[in-house]
T-cell receptor
Framework: AQTVTQSQPEMSVQEAETVTLSCTYD???????LFWYKQPPSRQMILVIR??????QNATENRFSVNFQKAAKSFSLKISDSQLGDTAMYFC????????FGAGTRLTVKP | NAGVTQTPKFRILKIGQSMTLQCTQD?????MYWYRQDPGMGLKLIYY???????DKGEVPNGYNVSRSTTEDFPLRLELAAPSQTSVYFC??????????????FGPGTRLTVT
């Protein structure tokens, strides 16, 4: 079974600085999808970024980018120019029909 | 589009009672999912469906049942509620061709307490 590990339960960053959230996963599949979701206090799950495993190029979405290392089974999220609104729980997820989430990293952006 | 809607938003059940959590999506997505999120934890997949009439177990299916009679609706049934089922339940949907899996869209969640 696939497993997703987020080794940083909590992180904090100063506003306007850069922070990287870690995620590793374990799978024997070669084709799959990886996601980062954000969950603010409202509890709504919001997609941040998506990466297809067959693509070598790292995905980017404005201030959010990933470092996808397929051989190492690593999928980290970099948030540049952090904003107060980025404060939330961040979940890494692996999908090959059976979606698996990590336990989450609570990110606090400090003014 | 309303997206993914869930009812109710909150519910308190007594041990041994049963209930159905409703989920509807209006995006014509073929895949639908039910998750539970325990406090301070990530989401765990309970059941999923790849299309009307087809359902499959996820990571934590015990104590739950689902059905998928239409593309739009994917209700989750709790039989004989137990305190261990106290959680926040999320329904989600996505479009997948089997070769490409797009992102999941989530409902707002149902907070369930079993006492």
């Amino acid at each position: 079974a696939q497993t997703v590990t987020q080794s940083q339960p909590e992180m904090s960053v100063q506003e306007a600085e850069t922070v990287t959230l870690s995620c590793t996963y374990d799978t024997s599949e070669s084709n799959y999808y990886l996601f980062w979701y954000k969950q603010p206090p409202s509890r709504q799950m919001i997609l941040v970024i998506r990466q297809e495993a067959y693509k070598q190029q790292n995905a980017t979405e404005n201030r959010f980018s990933v470092n996808f290392q397929k051989a190492a089974k690593s999928f980290s999220l970099k948030i540049s120019d952090s904003q107060l609104g980025d404060t939330a729980m961040y979940f890494c997820a692996f999908n090959n029909n059976d979606m698996r989430f990590g336990a989450g990293t609570r990110l606090t952006v400090k003014p | 589009n309303a997206g993914v809607t869930q009812t109710p938003k909150f519910r308190i059940l007594k041990i041994g009672q049963s209930m159905t959590l409703q989920c509807t999506q209006d995006m014509n997505h073929n895949y639908m999912y039910w998750y539970r999120q325990d406090p301070g934890m990530g989401l765990k997949l309970i059941y999923y469906s790849v299309g009307a009439g087809i359902t499959d177990k996820g990571e934590v299916p015990n104590g739950y049942n689902v059905s998928r009679s239409t593309t739009e609706d994917f209700p989750l049934r709790l039989e004989l509620a137990a305190p261990s089922q106290t959680s926040v339940y999320f329904c989600a949907s996505s479009y997948s061709t089997g070769f490409v899996s797009y992102e999941q869209y989530f409902g707002p969640g149902t907070r369930l307490t079993v006492t």
